[in-house]
T-cell receptor, first 114, second 121 residues
């Protein structure tokens, strides 16, 4: 069935390096995408979002890239820090669907080595 | 500016008992969403509510589960006659309004609470 999925379940990076977390989606009707960070025992924390009429959006140390041709979304974290260690989820909202219904991927666990 | 609040943070119930999970949205938010998360998995949508209205309950199990968001007070997710398979983390999210894209974050961006971890013995 249609789903949001992640290419890599785990990612280990050295402190100070850049991290790239990837996400594939299968529904071309999706028009809004969000990245969340979830630390152990906590709720998902909003990081950055992007609409389907954009291909790039930048925040503080984070950049989200959207490639609608191949239905691919990525989160880039610059100068990764130990505090970035968490599970990262991408989520999509489908155009025409209930705005409440975010479809989440399974998550990528990011581990930052000091 | 308090975020989304959920209580209790941890809830233990025996099979057959009822579980009530509460969610207070962020100030100024009138839309509430409930999600369930099993270990090592992503969140699964359950229900979307506005004040006194259920907008989308397509993710809610047909039996034993119900949700409300009264005019006054928190949103409540109620699970009757709990079974072991109900053990999970339940997250509530809230948003200001749907469908508007502002200069920054969309006003329908969902912000999550800390969750309630339900354990059914």
């Amino acid at each position: 069935g249609e789903s949001v999925g992640l290419h890599l379940p785990t990612l280990s990076v050295q402190e100070g390096d850049n991290s790239i977390i990837n996400c594939a989606y299968s529904n071309s009707a999706s028009d809004y995408f969000i990245w969340y960070k979830q630390e152990s025992g906590k709720g998902p924390q909003f990081i950055i979002d992007i609409r389907s009429n954009m291909d790039k959006r930048q925040g503080q140390r984070v950049t989200v890239l959207l490639n609608k041709t191949v239905k691919h979304l990525s989160l880039q974290i610059a100068a990764t820090q130990p505090g970035d260690s968490a599970v990262y989820f991408c989520a999509e909202k489908r155009n025409g669907g209930s705005q409440g219904n975010l479809i989440f991927g399974k998550g990528t666990k990011l581990s930052v080595k000091p | 500016n308090a975020g989304v609040m959920q209580n209790p943070r941890h809830l233990v119930r025996r099979r057959g008992q009822e579980a009530r999970l509460r969610c207070s949205p962020m100030k100024g938010h009138s839309h509430v969403y409930w999600y369930r998360q099993l270990p090592e998995e992503g969140l699964k949508f359950m229900v979307y509510l506005q004040k006194e209205n259920i907008i989308d309950e397509s993710g809610m199990p047909k039996e034993r589960f119900s949700a409300e968001f009264p005019k006054e007070g928190p949103s409540i997710l109620r699970i009757q006659q709990v079974v072991r398979g109900d053990s999970a983390a339940y997250f509530c999210a809230s948003s200001r309004a749907p469908g508007q894209w502002g200069s920054g974050t969309s006003t329908d961006t969902q912000y999550f609470g800390p969750g309630t971890r339900l354990t059914v013995l």
